[in-house]
T-cell receptor, first 111, second 113 residues
Framework: AQSVTQLDSHVSVSEGTPVLLRCNYS??????LFWYVQHPNKGLQLLLK??????LVKGINGFEAEFKKSETSFHLTKPSAHMSDAAEYFC?????????FGKGTTLSVSS | NAGVTQTPKFQVLKTGQSMTLQCAQD?????MYWYRQDPGMGLRLIYY???????DKGEVPNGYNVSRLNKREFSLRLESAAPSQTSVYFC????????????FGSGTRLTVV
């Protein structure tokens, strides 16, 4: 069965420093994976997606994620955090016709 | 703007009351979904509709019913609201029920007292 685990419920960074949000997945076959972002009181927006093409996926707003099969990971990174990046981030794995959401990681950015 | 529209944005219900959450999309997508979001739980699928005229249960369907009125509209009904249904509800769509990302509405915040 497919599942996804976000390893940190809360990450705090300073503006201008790198961001790392960690996600491990479990899948019995080659997975499709997404990262979504949710800003306060907003809906969910797709950041990026991996569907078995390039293992390094670039998304919007400078985010990228690397699919590592050997580590069953799909961590989200950004070289330099901006205040507007403060939000909740969800790692998602496709399971048949369903999406399995992680429990979310709240990113706080301080000035 | 094209997208997914949910109404209402906020609602407070008393226990036992009923209500319908509305979702409409103008992207001509075939598949529509209802999720609920609870703190520390991520999003969980309530019901989905792979195409007009079909509906299927998701992970947490108990206490809910849905109607796929036409291709554009997919409503979620609470017949007898319970405090455990206090949540934020999101409607989402995708072109086909395959490995594709979803487009989400902005959510309905429901409180049951």
């Amino acid at each position: 069965a497919q599942s996804v685990t976000q390893l940190d419920s809360h990450v705090s960074v300073s503006e201008g420093t790198p961001v790392l949000l960690r996600c491990n997945y479990s899948s019995s076959y080659s997975p499709s994976l997404f990262w979504y972002v949710q800003h306060p009181n907003k809906g969910l927006q797709l950041l990026l997606k991996y569907t078995s093409a390039a293992t390094l996926v670039k998304g919007i707003n400078g985010f990228e994620a690397e699919f590592k099969k050997s580590e069953t990971s799909f961590h989200l990174t950004k070289p330099s955090a901006h205040m507007s990046d403060a939000a909740e981030y969800f790692c998602v794995v496709v399971a048949g016709t369903a999406l399995i959401f992680g429990k979310g990681t709240t990113l706080s950015v301080s000035s | 703007n094209a997208g997914v529209t949910q109404t209402p944005k906020f609602q407070v219900l008393k226990t036992g009351q009923s209500m319908t959450l509305q979702c409409a999309q103008d992207m001509n997508h075939n598949s529509m979904y209802w999720y609920r979001q609870d703190p520390g739980m991520g999003l969980r699928l309530i019901y989905y509709s792979a195409s007009e005229g079909t509906t299927d249960k998701g992970e947490v369907p108990n206490g809910y019913n849905v109607s796929r009125l036409n291709k554009r509209e997919f409503s979620l009904r609470l017949e007898s609201a319970a405090p455990s249904q206090t949540s934020v509800y999101f409607c989402a769509t995708t072109q086909t029920d395959t490995i594709r990302s979803r487009t989400f509405g902005s959510g309905t915040r429901l409180t049951v007292v």
